[in-house]
């Protein structure tokens, strides 16, 4: 092709050339590529209604604010430790040191703060209570709201609980009665079941 004939044949590409964009439809987005949110790595979605934040000390807390029941918060401590951090020689340690929380602190003499608790309507056992499994420690505290000394002091226990739990000797002694009872209101059926798949279903793991 000669040069007048290929400057006239780029002429015509520069004129229609808009006419071609033009007519063709406008180019669509590509549409992103679903998220996964099964993936291991995929962080859990958290309700934009619960407020999180991290204390001076390091402890996260999660608020979600509730109206019904009117004039109650349900406080509760998590703790990132349980059963699978023992060794074999300290199992059911985990379990034990829950117990031992409602047996005396450094601010709460031994059982005050149930007595006290009980005394403006909260249960022990049925709102007061607590809970161990493989990997955390959880004590769940309902209290109501009507008075800031109720509110402050729950929370002042609850401190006690993370860095001030006293072992006092004969309360030890005394509380290893209650857990054995625990253990062997746990034994039956299930329990024997669960000796069998444990093993199966955690199989290489210090859960098995």
Same mark, same amino acid.
Do not use: D, E, S
């Given at each position: 092709m000669t040069f007048p004939a290929l400057r006239r @044949? @780029? @002429? /015509?590409v520069a004129l229609t050339l808009p006419? @071609? /964009?033009?007519?063709?439809?406008?180019a669509k987005t590509r549409a992103a590529a679903p998220r996964d949110s099964f993936a291991l790595t995929a962080s859990l979605p958290m309700d934009p209604a619960v407020?999180?934040?991290t204390l001076p000390n390091g402890i996260r807390y999660y608020i979600r604010q509730n109206t019904k029941p009117e004039k109650r918060a349900e406080l509760r401590l998590v703790v990132n430790a349980g059963s699978i951090l023992e060794d074999d020689d300290q199992r059911g340690l985990a379990h034990f040191v829950e117990h031992m929380a409602f047996n005396g602190t450094t601010n709460f003499a031994k059982n005050d703060i149930v007595t006290y608790l009980e005394g403006i309507g909260v249960r022990f056992g049925a709102d007061l209570n607590a809970y161990t499994n493989f990997d955390e420690t959880v004590y769940i505290l309902p209290v109501p709201t009507d008075s800031a000394g109720i509110l402050e002091k729950s929370f002042r226990f609850l401190g006690d609980v993370a860095s001030? $739990?006293?072992f006092d000797s004969s309360d030890v002694v005394a509380e290893r009665g209650v857990v054995l009872s625990e253990w062997r209101d746990g034994l039956g059926a299930g329990e024997r079941l669960r000796d069998q798949q444990f093993p199966? $279903?955690?199989r290489g793991s210090r859960y098995a």
């Open positions: @044949a @780029a @002429a /015509l006419c @071609a /964009l033009h007519a063709q439809p406008a407020k999180v934040g001030g $739990i006293r199966v $279903i955690f």
